[in-house]
């Protein structure tokens, strides 16, 4: 028998090649938001487990400031990567020196990992590959002034428009997700906390139905302008994804109209 929790070799190239999970982080109206599954997968043995915790929060030393974050990659420097932004942060205000906006924000983690590709470089001076196997993505809010950035390998932090996605099939899920935004114009997916986790949600349950390294219960985090975080409320989750097999009726109908369209002749 198949053991569902076992990587064979057949397919330990692929689990290689890029970090297993699903990271979903988008912007709202007055809010950010990230979701990902709950599947992680270890090196050594080969295996994976479920459950595990993938989004977290947290706040600076003097509690002014809240953040929530996900990685994928190596998650060994995530807890690294946090740490030292929060030291840089610690070191560069005070009372008296107040960060005042994002993009000092932005700076701070772009120094942080600079400190850490120098060291991850030095490490492997012997060998090829020096690019740090790890990104990050990170919401920030600050004097009711919210962003998103993806801290990439090569140590550039960019700020997201709307969306980005990390991990496995996540060129997939981006084809989800700007779908969703083609009719946002009629629903306002981006401007409702609701409906925009609800769509994230819709999208992190299709990519564990036929994604080998995707599974588990889907989680999030929404950090409000005002510092607030709304974590996941497990009984609205396990609701909500009882009923997408009746939201998904529409679908047999419109596909039902397509393959049995016939051309005029």
């Known amino acids: 028998m198949c053991n569902k929790n076992v ?58 400031i809240s953040f929530i974050y996900a990685g994928a990659g190596e998650i060994f ?24 906006n994002t993009e000092q924000f932005r700076r701070i983690c772009k120094e942080a990992m600079e400190i850490i590709n120098d060291s991850y470089k030095k490490q492997r001076e ?13 919401g920030v809010s600050i004097e009711k002034q919210q962003e998103l ?38 629903f306002r997916i981006f401007d409702d906390n609701e409906k925009l986790l609800n769509s994230v949600l819709y999208v992190l349950y299709n990519l564990k139905q036929f994604d080998l390294y995707c599974g588990g219960k889907s989680q999030y985090m929404i950090l409000n302008s005002d510092g607030s975080i709304i974590e996941t409320d497990e009984n ?9 097999p009746k939201f998904e009726k529409a679908y047999k109908s419109l596909w039902s109209g397509i393959i049995g369209y016939k051309t005029k002749s």
């Open 7 to 64: 990587i064979y070799n057949s397919d330990y190239d692929l689990f290689l090649r890029q970090p297993m999970t699903i990271i979903i982080g988008t912007k709202g109206k007055d809010f950010l938001l990230i979701g990902s599954d709950s599947q992680a997968t270890n090196l050594e043995n080969k295996t994976k487990k479920l459950e595990v915790r993938k989004v977290f929060k947290s706040k600076t030393h003097d509690k002014k």
């Open 77 to 100: 420097f995530q807890d690294i990567i946090i740490d030292i932004i929060k030291k840089i942060y610690k070191r560069d205000y005070s009372e008296s020196n107040n960060i005042q």
């Open 126 to 138: 012997s060998e090829e590959n020096k690019i740090l196997p790890f990104r990050l993505l990170i």
């Open 149 to 186: 950035f993806i801290i990439r390998p090569n140590g550039i932090v960019e700020t997201i428009k709307d969306f980005q996605t990390i991990g496995t099939q996540s060129q997939i899920a981006e084809v989800f997700i700007i779908r969703l935004r083609s009719i946002s114009n009629e």
């Open 236 to 244: 609205f989750l396990m609701e909500f994804e009882e009923n997408i």
